[in-house]
């Protein structure tokens, strides 16, 4: 029998026409408090700050922006802001805005498999990947 090694350098590169398609939206499928606590959960993973304020604006869009920021306390047009980027929040914004969406956080211990995160350098390679194939 001949095995090969699969090349992914030999792969042929597609030219596909994606006029037809549209961007994806988290907020469709943000529908139960144990999706939103899953899809926020992993946006956490990254140590991104913005990464988890985009995540929480799909679920704000979701459950409808008005209505969160009204049971958080905010004002809609600083939540926008906060949702934007670049901006510095919170934590108790933060904490605010998580009940407002029906989620709180919490602390567990790192997973002896598992190294703590380098709180120095974070994830900025994978939020950039996913910035750059919009999917954040």
Do not use: C, H
Not at 5 to 16: A, H, R, T, V
Request: cysteine-free.
């Amino acid at each position: 029998m001949n095995e090969s090694k699969f090349n992914p350098e030999e792969m042929p590169i597609l030219d596909l026409d994606t006029s037809g398609t549209s961007p994806y939206e988290a907020s469709r499928f943000l529908d139960s408090p144990e999706t939103i606590s899953a899809y926020l959960a992993e946006s956490m993973k990254a140590q991104d700050p913005q990464m988890l304020m985009k995540a929480l604006a799909e679920v704000a869009k979701a459950q409808g922006v008005n209505k969160v920021a009204q049971e958080a306390g905010v004002n809609r047009e600083s939540l926008y802001k906060s949702f934007k980027g670049g901006a510095k929040i919170r934590f108790e914004t933060v904490k605010k805005l998580l009940m407002a969406v029906g989620v709180e956080l919490t602390v567990q211990p790192i997973a002896a498999n598992q190294t703590a995160p380098n709180f120095t350098k974070p994830a900025a390679g994978v939020a950039k990947k996913l910035r750059q194939r919009k999917l954040l």
